[in-house]
């Protein structure tokens, strides 16, 4: 999304949910900086091409969290993967054993925590990895798109059609099954937004509730207003949901060179924890993005934020984390949840 698309986008919310009050309220401490690495290719380092704009930079923007806790980083402009086990050891390993397909960009974006081991499709190779960089498993000449793993450790892929075929794999990279019967991703949560009219007073609009569902009963929140970027199901139930807000409190200056400055408010994440009876029952606010005191679009001076926070990512425990960057230098926050 480009830098007005989400201005925007953000513009445009309201009030992200309706807070209702909870008897007991989820929180959070931090944030805590659990790893930091100058950009560069040497071997503590993580790589960083930049674009026209920040939004096309190419630097490890993808966080994913393993069952026990290990962050993994892909670092594509590096070829490598970095790993952050829960106690802060930090190890890295390259692509093996690709045959002919080129490893420009591995590890890419095709890829998922699986156990211990890692998942990683690599144009039509399918690879399992260990955490030490050996390979365990490989298939060639694989067709589809790679979408994630079953809570039973299943690979799922999607070939394109009408219907769509997934074709699931198991941990030996034997193909189990192909149907068009959509298979349910480990911590996949769906989404739906239904109205809901209210009976008092069916002249009026009619409100919106977010119906979420994985794998288990549904959970209906009532009164729903502004947009959720991601949602992660917790162990026992209750859900976590990423909605992007704004930063009430600060403000940047954006001049266009054929047209009037504006002041914007920051673009920054909240997450939401959500109970298993659709009560809000928790916040927070993570940190924004910080900009210069004047942004230049499409001129000369086109500057650019001075330090950017993405890739927010819930794990199933309600932790959240998000990478910090400026020019220079990479860091990734976590925030615990108590």
């Known amino acids: 999304m480009g830098m007005m698309q989400r201005i925007a986008a953000v513009l445009a919310l309201g009030v992200a949910l309706a807070a209702a009050e909870a ?52 670092d594509p402009v590096n070829r490598r993967m970095v790993m952050v086990a829960s106690g802060g050891a930090v190890s890295r390993f390259g692509p093996r054993d690709l045959g002919g397909v080129p490893e420009t960009g591995w590890p890419g974006r095709e890829l998922a925590p699986l156990g211990a081991r890692i998942v990683v499709k690599t144009g039509s190779l399918l690879q399992i990895y260990g955490r030490d960089g050996s390979v365990a498993a490989a298939r060639a000449g694989v067709d589809g798109e790679f979408v994630g793993v079953t809570s039973d450790g299943r690979i799922v ?19 189990a099954v192909s149907t068009t019967t959509e298979p349910t991703l480990a911590g996949a949560v769906s989404i739906e937004r239904v109205p809901r009219l209210d009976p008092e007073h069916l002249e009026r609009r009619a409100h919106l509730d977010l119906v979420l569902r994985a794998g288990g009963p549904e959970v209906r929140v009532r009164d729903v207003d502004g947009d959720v970027s991601a949602a992660s199901a917790a162990r ?28 914007l408010p920051i673009p920054r994440d909240a997450v939401v924890h959500i109970g298993a009876d659709g009560s809000l029952t928790g916040r927070v606010d993570l ?34 984390y998000v990478f910090q960057r400026d020019a220079t230098r990479y860091r990734v926050l976590k925030w615990t949840r108590r």
């Open 157 to 175: 892929l999607r070939r394109g059609g009408d219907p769509p075929i997934w074709d699931v794999f198991n941990d030996h990279l034997e193909r």
């Open 287 to 320: 940190l924004a993005s910080e900009f210069d005191t004047s942004y230049v679009l499409d001129g000369v001076e086109d500057a650019q934020p001075r330090r950017i926070v993405g890739g927010t990512t819930v794990d199933r425990d309600g932790n959240v």
């Open 236 to 263: 026992d139930g209750s859900f976590y949901l990423v909605q992007p807000t704004i930063d009430r409190d600060r403000s940047y200056r954006i001049e266009m060179p054929d047209g009037p400055a504006a002041r």
């Open 23 to 74: 008897s007991a309220q989820t929180t959070w401490t931090g944030p805590e900086e659990i790893f930091a690495a100058d950009f560069g290719s040497g071997p503590t380092q993580v790589g960083l091409n930049a674009g026209s704009v920040a939004e096309y930079d190419e630097f490890p923007d993808t966080i994913l969290v393993a069952d026990d806790g290990t962050l993994l980083l892909p």
